[in-house]
């Protein structure tokens, strides 16, 4: 079956701009997570839902960035007033439940010019 | 807050050899550990899963240890393949997982 999609793939934009990534998860899978990831490092967690609602957005650098997730399957990652630091891949992860192994998408390659 | 580290961050081996990556961690309370392979440009690929309650898991030319007690994890890679060259990734936790740095694998021909 299909397995988490991501767009897009890649995003260049200028510093301040606003841009949204978006996120397909697997169907049937009720958590969903992102993750960003810089050159070099493993992954950083941002947030998780479990359905339509956050569970932990404990991972959110700042309130320039937010997820919505509005019916439960599609996510989008917002991010406002782009900063060169938030250059990075950005990956969308799900699974069928917040105990299971979690599948993840090719990621959105981001660079804030 | 938990710390993973991984060790070497990067290994390059001749085909055929039998190889250890290690992954090390602060917080012995862990629910879960994973490891991951990653392509560049590409997304995670989970390779084993280790509940807490578990030693070890295997897959294939794959087995994965964990020893909560020292906070240490190995993923073992037998007659190594220049198809698993690739970067490793381990991470430990629930929902937020922490991941380690990787390391990155060249086997070669």
């Known amino acids: 079956g299909a397995g988490v999609s991501q767009t897009p793939s890649n995003k260049v934009t200028e510093k301040g701009k606003y841009v949204e990534l978006r996120c397909d998860p697997i169907?049937?899978?009720?958590?969903l997570y992102w993750y960003r990831q810089s050159l070099g490092q493993g992954p950083e967690f941002l947030i998780y839902?479990?359905?339509?609602?956050?569970?932990?957005d404990s991972g959110l650098p700042n309130d320039r960035f937010f997820a919505v997730r509005p019916e439960g399957s599609v996510s989008t990652l917002k991010i406002q007033r782009t900063e060169r630091g938030d250059s990075a891949v950005y990956l969308c992860a799900s699974s069928f439940g917040l105990w299971e192994t979690q599948y993840f998408g090719p990621g959105t390659r981001l660079l804030v010019l | 807050k938990q710390e993973v580290t991984q060790i070497p961050a990067a290994l390059s081996v001749p085909e055929g050899e039998n190889l250890v990556l290690n992954c090390s961690f602060t917080?012995?309370?862990?629910?879960?550990l994973q490891w991951f392979r990653q392509d560049p440009g590409k997304g995670l690929t989970s390779l084993l899963l280790?509940?807490?309650?578990?030693r070890e898991q295997t897959s294939g030319r794959l087995n994965a240890s964990l020893d909560k007690s020292s906070g240490r994890s190995t993923l073992y890679i037998a007659a190594s393949q220049p198809g698993d060259s690739a970067t490793y990734l381990c991470?430990?936790?629930?929902?937020?997982?922490?991941f380690g740095a990787g390391t990155r694998l060249t086997v070669k021909p």
């Open positions: 917080d012995s309370a862990i629910y879960n």
């Open positions: 280790i509940q807490s309650s578990q």
């Open positions: 169907s049937g899978h009720t958590a």
């Open positions: 991470a430990v936790g629930r929902r937020d997982m922490r």
């Open positions: 839902f479990q359905g339509t609602g956050a569970a932990d």
